[in-house]
């Protein structure tokens, strides 16, 4: 005796007209998902390299303009201009492309355009502690491959009248947000002793996300005016 399937085994025509309802709309929202990942992993990148080409050429054309001024032993620097870039960095690292403006605050809108120096903090050369961050992702991916930096690498700053050649000095350390400590004069857990000049990078951690921050420490370790020519890191 054959057997038929029960025609209760058939879902009735008002469940599979939901079923299929709810099967093309997970369809839809997982094709929004993935363009909208793939804007922000490309158009933010574009846009962000644009700003950042922008930037550069705008830090090259103030350089060109400039007239090398008297030295002063009293005179003190004009501030940085807020959202403005001041240098350019380096590191090779990160390739031999790598070169980013650093320009002043690190607001969300300053960081879309490059990287970002903590105000108040020192400048580049001066004893203190030089601060800056930057993206991990999106927005260029700037700071893409910093868990990449090991001691000795160089970070090299460039303000247009000095190349500043800092060394790194440990392995990227992980921290919560709140720990303002790092970009302190003296960063703590840096391993550094007293009063120097220093230089600390910042970013996002893990890669896509933000609840921690990777912390990485240099100190600075020579001086080029830039007539005479590039830091041997950048030209070999």
């Given at each position: 005796?054959?057997?038929?399937?029960s025609e209760r085994s058939v879902p009735p025509a008002p469940l599979r007209l939901v079923v299929r309802t709810f099967s093309e709309l997970c369809i839809t929202v997982g094709a929004l998902i993935i363009l909208f990942v793939a804007y922000v992993l490309s158009w933010t990148g574009v846009k962000a390299a644009e700003a950042a080409e922008?930037?550069?050429?705008?830090?090259?054309?103030?350089w060109a303009q400039q007239r090398p001024a008297a030295p002063s032993a009293t005179a003190s620097p004009p501030p940085?201009?807020?959202?403005?870039?001041?240098?350019?960095?380096?590191?090779p690292r990160f390739g031999a492309g790598w070169e980013w403006p650093v320009l002043e605050n690190t607001e969300a809108r300053t960081l879309q355009k490059g990287l970002g120096h903590y105000s108040g903090t020192a400048r580049p050369g001066e004893?203190?502690?030089?601060?800056?961050?930057?993206?991990?992702?999106?927005?260029?991916?700037?700071?893409?491959?910093?868990?990449?930096?090991r001691p000795g690498d160089a970070v090299i700053v460039n303000d247009g009248t000095t190349w500043f050649t800092y060394r790194v000095a440990r392995e990227p350390y992980r921290t919560v947000p709140t720990d303002t400590a790092v970009v302190d004069p003296v960063p703590r857990r840096s391993g550094f002793e007293g009063p120097g000049r220093y230089l600390t990078l910042t970013t996002c951690e893990p890669e896509w996300g933000s609840s921690h921050r990777l912390i990485a420490w240099a100190h600075l370790d020579a001086t080029r005016p830039v007539g005479a020519g590039k830091p041997p890191e950048l030209t070999g």
């Open positions: 005796m054959s057997s038929r399937p922008g930037e550069i050429a705008t830090l090259h054309s103030r940085y201009e807020d959202g403005k870039p001041f240098a350019t960095m380096y590191v004893t203190g502690n030089f601060a800056v961050a930057g993206h991990r992702r999106t927005y260029g991916d700037p700071f893409k491959d910093f868990p990449r930096l």
